[in-house]
């Protein structure tokens, strides 16, 4: 009986604990929920539950070019970036789980290097770059850099699901029969695709969530993406504040990013490799 | 089905080490040759050799007569049982064994009849629908072997696949492959460290080390008559019995006793005065008590007290600390640390000996041994070269 009741205490304990957690994290979410169907009159009155339910602020923000535009920005530019450092990121993270190639320490330490350098320290030279050979407030001049920081975040994760998978199946595709394409299409990247989605939506939430690169290096609707274009949102007049627009505008960008991790995670979380080998 | 020729095969790896040198063999068609010898030896880098996994330095390896060198694994038509299985993860049973046939491109009908022989073969009907990870070792270790045969290759190349089997479905797999392979005929390279595999299984096995063949020959040949001191010890379990020794005007000098020699042997010594070291299989001794007068006085007895006795109902396995120097040589110190055994602290040599289930022998008796001289084999420890070995027996 004491072991019963003490795993249910333990259970307890831990129920609460990831409750409190649970609560910290979605407060934020819940408030800008909240705040975005308020009316303007309501918006300050510091209820968490809107007295007054209203949709205006969504109709607003997609009756103005501006947001949907910006959408369109930022769809656009994350789903280009993720694919081309995706695409990139496998065939890299592939050569260094499975081949020994002169450098490849040094491929590995200078993408580390990638990872870690402090962005805003590029910003001004970017900045620079960009208005000088005309990728300034272009699509362009956004994945680039996208690409270029996405591009050690995908090699990372990938190699290291790559690693997991065991060689010997490649061998033994080759030995049934497979040319190394084959081998790698039919055996290897089914196995690694739990792996690329993660990655995927690593890289795409990186470059969907970027406000440092976003603010700098455009200036018009025509590259501007939703995080900074939050930025611009104006009241309806001078003396009024654009809370409740942004706060819309902040749960539509919110929501594909739910979207894609709940779609997508019984494939990041399956063990698909499980029974491959020995057991 | 083929023949498969190794000629002078070498592989260098890129760092300089040698891992197979000049290996010459000729596996006839229809053969099961086992590869066998501690880890390191070289024995799996040979098989990836024949299978085109791994490119071949110097040298020729022809299939079929047909020299292979530079062709693709899957231009070489064999198949490899891994010992890690290598099932494909996402794949069924069924889709596992038909994938070779499907890179084949045989039309479906072909390949579901083929699958279901095989399936059949190897008892995995049914199971087909089922995917690896819901298989035991056993099961895994028959679709491994499905994917294998189903599309008749020339040759299988199996590496060590039953050493992740737990030692009792060990044994019964053992008898599978056997079966299977003599009721296919078809060329079979089999990669084992474990010498019961060796001994059981092949038509001939192949002991190698570091690199190089030590001995080929039936397993029974190398079991009496070894080439050389790594040979003698590798082959047979308990493992043969080494002491050193010396030989003077016809009689040899052992810490077991003066013993003396026959007339054959007298003349292979003639030339090594020097030390010795002699090698005694378990089953070579025999208590004193229970030898007929007819064959006693081919060897000779001693006595020594038993530390251990291990009776296995049909016969009992007797251990004896034999004090004085123990019998050293490269070889030896190689097989001592390839079992885990180096650093074993012990006084003295152990002797282990195989009596007949009727002897007497109690734990702290002081019993009196006969030994077999016909039996023993006498080896320079300078190279290991045995040299009581018969005319025209060398392999």
Same mark, same amino acid.
């Given at each position: 009986m004491?072991?019963?009741?003490?795993?249910?205490?333990?259970?307890?304990?831990?129920?609460?604990?990831?409750?409190?957690?649970?609560?910290?994290?979605l407060?934020?979410?819940?408030?800008?929920?909240?705040?975005?169907?308020?009316?303007?009159?309501?918006?300050?009155?510091?209820?968490?539950?809107p007295?007054?339910?209203?949709?205006?602020?969504?109709?607003?923000?997609?009756?103005?070019?501006?947001?949907v535009r910006?959408?369109?920005?930022?769809?656009?530019?994350?789903?280009?970036?993720?694919?081309?450092?995706?695409?990139?990121?496998?065939?890299?993270?592939?050569?260094?789980?499975?081949?020994?190639?002169?450098?490849?320490?040094?491929?590995?330490g200078?993408?580390?290097?990638?990872?870690?350098?402090?962005?805003?320290?590029l910003?001004?030279?970017?900045?620079?770059?960009?208005?000088?050979?005309?990728?300034?407030?272009?699509?362009?001049?956004?994945i680039?850099?996208?690409?270029?920081?996405?591009?050690?975040?995908a090699?990372?994760?990938l190699?290291?699901?790559?690693?997991?998978?065991?060689?010997?199946?490649?061998?033994?595709?080759?030995m049934?029969?497979?040319?190394?394409?084959?081998?790698?299409?039919?055996?290897?990247?089914?196995?690694?695709?739990?792996?690329?989605?993660?990655?995927?939506?690593?890289?795409?939430?990186?470059?969907w969530?970027?406000?440092?690169?976003?603010?700098?290096?455009?200036s018009?609707?025509?590259?501007?993406?939703?995080?900074?274009?939050?930025?611009f949102?104006?009241?309806?007049?001078?003396?009024?504040?654009?809370?409740?627009?942004?706060?819309?505008?902040?749960?539509?960008?919110?929501?594909?990013?739910?979207?894609?991790?709940?779609?997508?995670?019984?494939?990041?979380?399956?063990g698909?490799?499980?029974?491959?080998?020995?057991? | 089905?083929?023949?498969?020729?190794?000629?002078?095969?070498t592989?260098?790896?890129?760092?300089?080490?040698?891992a197979?040198?000049?290996? $010459?063999l000729?596996?006839?068609?229809?053969?099961?040759?086992?590869?066998?010898?501690?880890?390191?030896?070289?024995?799996?880098? =040979?098989l990836?050799?024949?299978?085109?996994?791994?490119?071949?330095?110097?040298?020729?390896?022809?299939?079929?007569g047909?020299?292979?060198? @530079?062709?693709?694994?899957?231009?070489r038509?064999?198949?490899?049982?891994?010992?890690?299985?290598?099932?494909?993860? $996402?794949? =069924?049973?069924?889709?596992?064994?038909?994938?070779?046939?499907?890179?084949?491109?045989?039309?479906?009908?072909e390949?579901?009849?083929?699958?279901? &022989?095989?399936? +059949?073969?190897?008892?995995?009907?049914?199971?087909? !629908?089922?995917?690896?990870?819901?298989?035991?070792?056993?099961?895994?270790?028959?679709?491994?072997?499905?994917?294998?045969?189903v599309?008749?290759?020339?040759?299988?190349?199996?590496?060590?696949?039953?050493?992740?089997? !737990?030692? +009792?479905?060990?044994?019964?797999?053992?008898?599978?492959?056997?079966?299977?392979?003599?009721?296919?005929?078809?060329?079979?390279?089999?990669?084992?460290? !474990?010498?019961?595999?060796?001994?059981?299984?092949g038509?001939?096995?192949?002991?190698?080390r570091?690199?190089?063949?030590?001995?080929?020959? &039936?397993?029974?040949?190398?079991? !009496?008559?070894?080439?050389?001191?790594?040979?003698?010890?590798?082959?047979?379990?308990?493992?043969?019995?080494?002491?050193?020794?010396?030989?003077?005007?016809?009689r040899?000098?052992?810490?077991?006793?003066?013993?003396?020699?026959?007339?054959?042997?007298?003349?292979?010594?003639a030339?090594?005065?020097?030390?010795?070291?002699?090698?005694?299989?378990?089953?070579?001794?025999?208590?004193a008590s229970?030898i007929?007068?007819s064959?006693?006085?081919?060897?000779?007895?001693?006595?020594?007290?038993? @530390?251990?006795?291990?009776?296995?109902?049909?016969?009992?396995?007797?251990?004896?600390?034999? &004090?004085? &120097?123990?019998?050293?040589?490269?070889?030896?110190?190689?097989?001592?640390?390839?079992?885990?055994?180096?650093?074993?602290?012990?006084?003295?040599?152990?002797?282990?000996?195989?009596?007949?289930?009727?002897?007497?022998?109690?734990?702290?008796?002081?019993? +009196?041994?006969?030994? $077999?001289?016909?039996?023993?084999?006498?080896?320079?420890?300078?190279?290991?070269? $045995?040299?009581?070995?018969?005319?025209?027996?060398?392999?």
């Open positions: 004491a072991v019963i009741d003490q795993t249910a205490r333990a259970k307890w304990r831990w129920s609460l604990i990831d409750l409190v957690v649970i609560v910290f994290a407060i934020p979410v819940l408030w800008i929920t909240s705040l975005s169907f308020k009316t303007p009159a309501t918006i300050t009155d510091g209820n968490f539950i007295r007054e339910w209203t949709l205006e602020n969504y109709r607003n923000i997609f009756s103005t070019d501006q947001f910006a959408l369109v920005n930022s769809i656009g530019i994350g789903l280009i970036s993720t694919l081309v450092a995706v695409v990139l990121g496998t065939m890299a993270a592939y050569a260094i789980a499975r081949l020994d190639f002169p450098g490849k320490k040094l491929l590995i200078i993408s580390l290097l990638i990872a870690m350098f402090p962005q805003v320290s910003v001004s030279p970017l900045f620079e770059i960009e208005r000088s050979i005309g990728l300034f407030d272009t699509w362009p001049g956004l680039l850099p996208y690409i270029t920081f996405g591009l050690p975040l090699i990372y994760t190699s290291a699901f790559f690693r997991q998978i065991p060689w010997d199946l490649e061998k033994a595709a080759k049934d029969g497979a040319t190394q394409g084959e081998a790698f299409r039919r055996v290897i990247a089914p196995l690694a695709a739990p792996g690329v989605f993660t990655t995927a939506i690593l890289v795409f939430i990186f470059c969530n970027d406000f440092l690169f976003a603010i700098s290096l455009t018009t609707e025509r590259s501007r993406t939703v995080p900074a274009a939050l930025s949102f104006q009241g309806a007049s001078q003396f009024e504040d654009p809370t409740g627009a942004i706060s819309a505008a902040a749960v539509i960008i919110t929501v594909p990013i739910i979207l894609f991790v709940l779609f997508f995670q019984r494939r990041i979380v399956s698909l490799t499980s029974g491959a080998v020995k057991g | 089905m083929a023949d498969i020729v190794l000629d002078k095969v592989k260098a790896f890129p760092d300089g080490t040698l197979v040198q000049e290996l $010459n000729e596996i006839a068609d229809g053969e099961f040759l086992i590869l066998v010898g501690p880890s390191g030896c070289g024995k799996s880098t =040979t990836n050799m024949i299978a085109g996994l791994e490119d071949i330095t110097s040298g020729e390896l022809r299939i079929d047909q020299r292979v060198n @530079d062709k693709a694994p899957r231009d038509d064999i198949a490899m049982v891994f010992q890690s299985y290598a099932l494909y993860p $996402n794949m =069924t049973v069924r889709e596992n064994m038909a994938f070779p046939l499907k890179l084949a491109k045989l039309s479906k009908e390949i579901d009849r083929k699958v279901d &022989e095989a399936a +059949k073969v190897l008892e995995l009907t049914a199971l087909l !629908d089922r995917k690896p990870a819901n298989l035991s070792g056993g099961q895994r270790q028959r679709v491994a072997m499905g994917r294998a045969i599309r008749s290759p020339k040759a299988f190349l199996m590496d060590e696949p039953l050493s992740n089997l !737990d030692a +009792k479905l060990r044994v019964q797999m053992r008898t599978v492959v056997s079966r299977l392979q003599k009721k296919l005929g078809t060329t079979t390279v089999y990669v084992t460290h !474990d010498q019961t595999e060796a001994m059981t299984l038509d001939r096995v192949v002991i190698m570091a690199g190089a063949v030590q001995q080929v020959g &039936e397993p029974q040949q190398l079991y !009496d008559h070894p080439n050389n001191l790594f040979v003698a010890g590798f082959i047979g379990s308990p493992s043969m019995n080494f002491f050193p020794a010396t030989v003077a005007s016809g040899l000098t052992t810490a077991l006793g003066d013993f003396p020699l026959g007339e054959r042997m007298r003349g292979q010594v030339e090594h005065s020097g030390d010795l070291i002699v090698g005694i299989r378990p089953e070579h001794f025999e208590d229970l007929e007068d064959i006693r006085q081919g060897g000779a007895e001693f006595s020594a007290t038993a @530390d251990l006795v291990e009776s296995m109902g049909s016969d009992k396995y007797v251990y004896f600390t034999i &004090e004085g &120097e123990k019998a050293s040589a490269a070889e030896l110190e190689e097989l001592a640390a390839d079992m885990g055994s180096g650093d074993l602290p012990s006084g003295g040599s152990n002797l282990v000996c195989r009596f007949s289930a009727e002897s007497r022998v109690k734990e702290g008796d002081t019993a +009196k041994v006969w030994v $077999n001289l016909e039996k023993i084999h006498l080896f320079d420890p300078s190279d290991g070269r $045995n040299i009581t070995l018969h005319e025209g027996r060398t392999a």
